[in-house]
């Protein structure tokens, strides 16, 4: 008879898990482009100054996944269509980011429970969750649709290795946030 297989749990980042980290995102970035640019210091990275909350998730005791949430401000696409269509102040946002899970540990549900507990994270500061991804980021695109997310549009950038079109979400509303 074969043994269950253990439940996966979401949890705060500890800086001892970053190396595990990287190596989970190596093997995205392998397999889906995600980042599209591999950063000389993912583990700088994947911590970035400001964040204000990040989660791994965790299968058989393996970390498999990880999700993280900065305040927004006026500067970032996400926020500031948020604040655009809301006529509300972008630092009233966190952007979700640094999402992924390891290619092994898909379709089980853990990029829908990371991004569900980023959401919460920023209800819990007070702060209407946003976020963007690349267009063409098809499983992340459908991801976040499929969990109720808003699509407020695209937005085209300049980054250092050409343009790229972002489409940016909007998370759902805190219970007691203004309509
Ligand atoms: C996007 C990503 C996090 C999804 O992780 P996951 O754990 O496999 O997703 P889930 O199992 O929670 O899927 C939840 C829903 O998303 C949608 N979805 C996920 N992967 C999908 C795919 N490859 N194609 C179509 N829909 C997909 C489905 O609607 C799914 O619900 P369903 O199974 O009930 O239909 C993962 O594919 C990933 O790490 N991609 C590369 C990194 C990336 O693009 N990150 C986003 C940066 S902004």
Redesign the pocket.
């Given at each position: 008879m074969s043994e269950p297989r253990a439940t996966a749990v979401l949890r705060p980042r500890e800086a001892g898990d970053l190396p595990r980290c990287a190596a989970v995102l190596r093997a995205?970035h392998k397999a889906?482009g995600?980042p599209r640019n591999w950063p000389a210091d993912p583990a700088a990275w994947l911590a970035t100054a400001g964040q204000c909350a990040a989660l791994v998730a965790v299968l058989d005791g393996e970390i498999v996944?990880h999700a993280a949430l900065t305040p927004g401000t006026a500067r970032d696409t996400a926020a500031a269509r948020w604040a655009a269509r809301t006529g509300r102040d972008a630092a009233e946002t966190a952007e979700v980011?640094r999402?992924?899970?390891a290619p092994t540990?898909?379709?089980?549900?853990?990029?829908?429970?990371l991004l569900a507990a980023a959401g919460a994270a920023a209800h819990e500061r007070g702060l209407h969750p946003v976020?963007c991804?690349r267009d063409g980021?098809?499983?992340?695109v459908?991801?976040y649709r499929?969990a109720g997310w808003t699509d407020t549009g695209t937005a085209r950038e300049d980054w250092p290795d050409g343009p790229v079109t972002l489409r940016c979400f909007a998370g759902p509303a805190r219970a007691d946030e203004p309509a």
């Open positions: 995205v889906d995600y996944g980011g999402l992924f899970v540990a898909r379709g089980l549900g853990l990029g829908a429970r976020l991804v980021d098809r499983a992340a459908a991801l499929r």
